[in-house]
């Protein structure tokens, strides 16, 4: 069975470190709020915080938790890239209270119980990832079970209205496993949430993408999964008089922040 939903050129778009690092730069270049800050605003660090991290990434948010959690917390992180993990561990240097492993998501229980040295965890997190695993659904089962039982999990998913989807959408189709991943914080995950949690609270990430040349806009719509060559000329034509007329080209792109706190069912 594949490792994540997409296959192909969909896939290597998801997981391959540079369209990763590319689209992080943008974001982060282009956006007008920033996520990272916004996110920690929501999700509240503890000293002492026994973490897991399921879809590190390079780090973004294991950087941030490792200033807050003190000498006596700990991170547990993996990530499907080997680059990322690399990249990773070389940001943040030797530290005895990180450990950091490339795996694929999936055989997250075998990596608790027999690579991670933390085998129980107060805080579990997941940002821009545990959709993409096609055992999505067991790995945030995992997650829950090796969860303290007044823990609490934390997964951020993009969601609709998504505006270079819908401006993508006025030139071609848009791969429906796409789609589906901007509703599965409101169709999936919300539902499983208040299954298994008796608090369960929502946040919504709104933030607007401002592209002031069409070089950018490229750039951007390059490294999406959804990126079609065939009409990309129709699509640029369209942006450049955007940008020659207004000065630039904005849209949405919002996000979806569940939390669980207190397990229902202690011993799942």
């Known amino acids: 069975m594949s490792n994540h939903i997409y296959t192909g050129n969909l896939k290597k778009k998801a997981v391959n470190y540079s369209f ?25 660090i503890k000293k002492n915080e026994k973490i897991l991290d399921v879809g590190c ?6 950087k941030k938790f490792v200033k807050l959690i003190g000498k006596e917390g700990n991170i547990s992180c993996l990530d499907i890239n080997q680059a990322s993990i690399n990249k990773l561990k070389k940001d943040i240097g030797r530290k005895k209270n990180i450990q950091a492993i490339a795996s694929d998501m999936r055989n997250l229980e075998y990596v608790i119980l027999k690579k991670f040295k933390q085998k129980q965890f107060s805080l ?10 096609p055992k999505r659904l067991e790995v945030l089962k995992t997650m829950y079970k090796f969860l303290k039982n007044n823990g609490s ?19 071609h189709k848009i ?10 914080g409101n169709k999936v995950l919300e539902k499983k949430f208040r299954e298994m949690f008796w608090e369960v609270q929502i946040n919504y990430f709104q933030s607007l993408i401002k592209i002031e040349n069409l070089a950018d806009f490229k750039l951007f719509y390059q490294s999406t999964t959804y990126f079609n060559k065939k009409h990309q000329n129709r699509i640029y034509k369209y942006v450049q008089n955007k ?9 949405e792109k919002n996000g979806y922040l569940i939390k669980g706190h207190e397990k229902k069912n202690k011993f799942l």
């Open 124 to 133: 579990a997190h997941s940002s821009y990832a545990l959709y993409y695993s």
């Open 175 to 184: 791969p429906p496993l796409v789609e589906d991943s901007l509703k599965f």
């Open 20 to 44: 990763l690092k590319k689209r992080l730069d943008l974001n982060k270049k282009l956006q007008n709020k920033d996520f990272t800050k916004w996110l920690f605003e929501k999700i509240k």
């Open 243 to 251: 940008i020659l007329n207004n000065g630039h080209i904005s849209f």
């Open 57 to 62: 990434g390079e780090g973004a948010q294991v």
């Open 153 to 171: 999990i934390y997964v951020f998913t993009p969601c609709l209205p998504h505006g270079m989807v819908s401006l993508a959408k006025k030139f």
